[in-house]
């Protein structure tokens, strides 16, 4: 249990209204798409970096683990408790200190919601490019200690390149203050980088600077169908080199996918006949919408006439839009199937198509009857299989799970391409990393945390 001492110290830090004690904690649950109960019986609820330092000072001292909770939006268990640990919440570390127009940045605390962020850029003439399907209860510093991706990396990078600066609180208490906001700074090592992707392992980030852009001026969606990976391929290369390299996404949607979210009870309606093996979503963003359009079309016109696409629906409006993105975005339509697997991988293009290939091979010999759907950001090399068999016992996820990740192992494919490993996937991350590498991480965490207090158990055992 956590001790009696150690709550009173917290307290006189966070006062009354920064800490939550039984039900209250025990009611919420630490994932949205995760039915059981928090089993953790405190969560401590810093409002800025000082008071977070200072409660880390609490814990190191008593040598109290914690978990990191943010907007509870991810996939790979993470922000899992058990009950001697306590929860460090960034529920009310919710401003956003400055909007640098000039400059083009913006620094927020780590509780700032994604869709907060873009809008108040928006607000200001500005673009902040990183976009998830979970952007209205995402937080930013969620985003960071995951370095998540989304819709538009092909572009933009991976959270990791969208952030100048930040600052995290290490296990001992220690602020390390790095909001950098300049894009060129070689004055030594990085640090922000040890935090970016470390899932609250290495220290708490508490406060980032991100990288604004320019705010798109035109917009242009399309919807094309295509016979063959080949052809997928092939047209990746030549649509974004027609664009000189400014594609913004190219999602592609495998048949069984596309059928599942276009057919009812699913409330998307086909805008492409079914009958196709591969569906992909492209949108370029521009800076003049006529000429933009007349140069998108003609992309799309040379494609039909070098037979790398057999068929395409061009969005006319916003309206039409957002109706091609919903059939991307319906991935609950999984549920049909009963429980569900999701797993996020990585991989070359090139090596793709075997590779499902493999799976499905892998999956058909342990059972008869089972479900394998792909889509994803090719572009980005980043593949999402959603498996089903008909149970979620642990010898069937164990099984999946050998089945989609054993066949990376040839080619250094990624577990994880944009979620982290939290514990679901650490069995599994030396299929991607070398001994050498998990030495290195371990190391740096044993120098950075030496009483394991954050996130114990997260990555590596």
């Not at 009696?4 to 110290?9: G, L, Q, Y």
């Not at 127009?101 to 700032?112: E, K």
């Not at 999946?400 to 994880?416: A, H």
Request: a negative charge; glycine letters at 8%.
């Amino acid at each position: 249990m956590v001790e009696e001492k150690f709550i009173k110290e917290v307290t006189s830090v966070l006062g009354e209204k920064g800490i939550l004690l039984g039900s209250e904690v025990t009611e919420r649950k630490a994932g949205i798409w995760i039915e059981e109960p928090i089993k953790s019986k405190v969560i401590l609820r810093p409002r800025n970096t000082e008071e977070l330092s200072k409660i880390l000072i609490v814990c190191n001292k008593f040598k109290q683990p914690i978990v990191p909770h943010g907007g509870l939006t991810g996939l790979v268990e993470s922000a899992i408790t058990n009950e001697e640990e306590v929860i460090i919440s960034s529920e009310r570390m919710i401003n956003i200190e400055e909007v640098d127009v000039t400059g083009r940045t913006l620094t927020a605390q780590a509780g700032v919601k994604l869709q907060t962020i873009q809008e108040e850029a928006e607000s200001k003439g500005m673009f902040f490019p990183l976009d998830l399907g979970a952007r209205g209860s995402c937080t930013i510093g969620g985003n960071a200690s995951t370095n998540a991706g989304g819709n538009r990396v092909i572009r933009y990078g991976m959270t990791r390149e969208l952030i100048l600066g930040l600052e995290a609180v290490l296990a001992d208490g220690k602020i390390i203050s790095s909001m950098n906001k300049m894009l060129k700074n070689n004055a030594g090592y990085d640090l922000k980088q040890l935090f970016i992707g470390s899932e609250g392992t290495l220290g708490i980030i508490s406060k980032v600077v991100l990288r604004l852009q320019e705010k798109p001026l035109s917009q242009n969606t399309a919807l094309l169908a295509a016979e063959s990976f080949q052809q997928v391929s092939e047209l990746l290369k030549h649509i974004d080199s027609m664009l000189g390299g400014n594609l913004s996404a190219f999602e592609v949607m495998w048949r069984d996918f596309y059928l599942l979210v276009t057919s009812p009870p699913a409330i998307n309606k086909p805008p492409i006949d079914q009958k196709y093996p591969y569906y992909i979503l492209v949108e370029y963003s521009g800076s003049d919408q006529a000429k933009d359009s007349e140069h998108f079309n003609l992309i799309l016109e040379k494609a039909l006439e070098k037979n790398l696409i057999t068929d395409a629906v061009i969005a006319k409006s916003e309206s039409d839009r957002r109706k091609l993105w919903a059939i991307r975005d319906d991935v609950e339509q999984q549920y049909q199937y009963g429980p569900i697997k999701i797993f996020d991988v990585s991989l070359p293009i090139n090596c793709m198509e075997g590779y499902i290939k493999d799976v499905r091979k892998k999956m058909s010999e342990h059972w008869k009857d089972f479900h394998c759907t792909v889509f994803g950001h090719l572009a980005d090399c980043n593949l999402h299989i959603i498996t089903a068999v008909g149970g979620n016992d642990p010898s069937s996820i164990s099984k999946m799970e050998e089945c989609v990740y054993e066949p990376l192992r040839s080619f250094r494919g990624s577990v994880s391409a944009e979620h982290g490993i939290g514990l679901e996937k650490k069995n599994y991350l030396g299929i991607s990393r070398t001994d050498e590498e998990l030495a290195l991480m371990k190391s740096l965490k044993n120098n950075l945390d030496p009483n394991n207090i954050l996130n114990p158990g997260k990555i590596f055992g």
